[in-house]
């Protein structure tokens, strides 16, 4: 009983010296007035927030070590979009985003506020083995099945657009769709853009925040030309930006690299911030 209640000791010191050091070294904000800051600030909208949770019975969950396979995929998550209860509404582009190995939907929900307050729908959800809370532990092998699962929430929502009284009543333009997502999640909208079997063809642009790409050839990126991004940090040790976010120009086609010097991984989920006291916010992952 001693052993545990110093062990609990030493965990409530590490935790409040973590939150102690997070407050110290939180964010402060981009430099008053810089271009970055008029960026961040931009919005044209009230932005509207609706959680969501959906279950695809086409399709089941396989098993995942001692938990057994399950008939059906759920998916619980958030949907951005303007807020435009007052007619008349208008169609907007609908961008799906898809979170990365051991993480949540959560690490991007600053992204889909900002979008939405730009003119955007943005919907997130968690994959049913690729989450950190999933049962049997997350399972990164599931990623073939995620390209199905963004599928399916396209078909969910481009539904609710089309039907009267919807909170998403005539919000989607169903000809303006893109997929974005981090790391695993960057993996699963390129193979949404681009693979022959899994890609889907309503997909119009994609970007992927420090997703793997070394695996892929040339040839890949030859079954579509579409709009593509990828987002790396020069300073990702989780997904090496030198063997896959440098050479993307030189495969794809009609595809922009953005670089960010000194940028790690981890540091692109939103909850991360409060680390930034580490030297590399990638040492978590």
Do not use: C
């Amino acid at each position: 009983m001693k052993a545990l209640k110093i062990s609990f000791f030493i965990l409530l010191v590490v935790a409040l010296g973590l939150m102690g050091m997070s407050v110290v070294y939180a964010p402060q904000g981009f430099p008053e007035g810089s271009m970055t800051d008029q960026r961040a600030a931009l919005h044209h909208y009230a932005i509207r927030s609706e959680s969501i949770a959906l279950r695809d019975d086409s399709r089941s969950t396989q098993a995942n070590k001692d938990v057994p396979a399950k008939a059906g995929r759920e998916f619980t998550g958030l949907v951005f979009s303007p807020n435009l209860d007052a007619p008349p509404r208008k169609p907007f582009p609908l961008v799906i985003y898809s979170h990365g190995f051991s993480s949540s939907h959560k690490g991007g929900e600053y992204l889909g506020r900002y979008l939405a307050g730009l003119g955007f729908v943005v919907a997130m959800v968690d994959f049913p083995l690729t989450n950190m809370y999933a049962e049997g532990g997350p399972f990164v092998k599931d990623v073939v099945n995620q390209p199905a699962d963004v599928s399916f929430l396209i078909d969910v929502l481009l539904e609710r657009s089309q039907r009267q009284g919807d909170t998403l009543s005539g919000l989607i333009d169903p000809e303006r769709i893109g997929v974005m997502g981090v790391s695993l999640g960057g993996f699963t909208s390129t193979l949404l853009a681009y693979h022959p079997a899994m890609g889907d063809p309503r997909v119009d642009a994609a970007i992927s925040i420090a997703g793997p790409s070394s695996l892929f050839t040339d040839r890949f990126f030859t079954s579509r030309s579409l709009p593509f991004m990828m987002i790396g940090g020069t300073y990702d040790v989780l997904v090496p930006y030198e063997t896959n976010a440098a050479p993307f120009q030189t495969k794809a086609p009609n595809a922009w690299l953005i670089s960010i010097e000194g940028g790690a991984h981890t540091a692109f989920s939103g909850p991360t911030a409060a680390f930034r006291f580490l030297d590399n916010v990638d040492v978590i992952g």
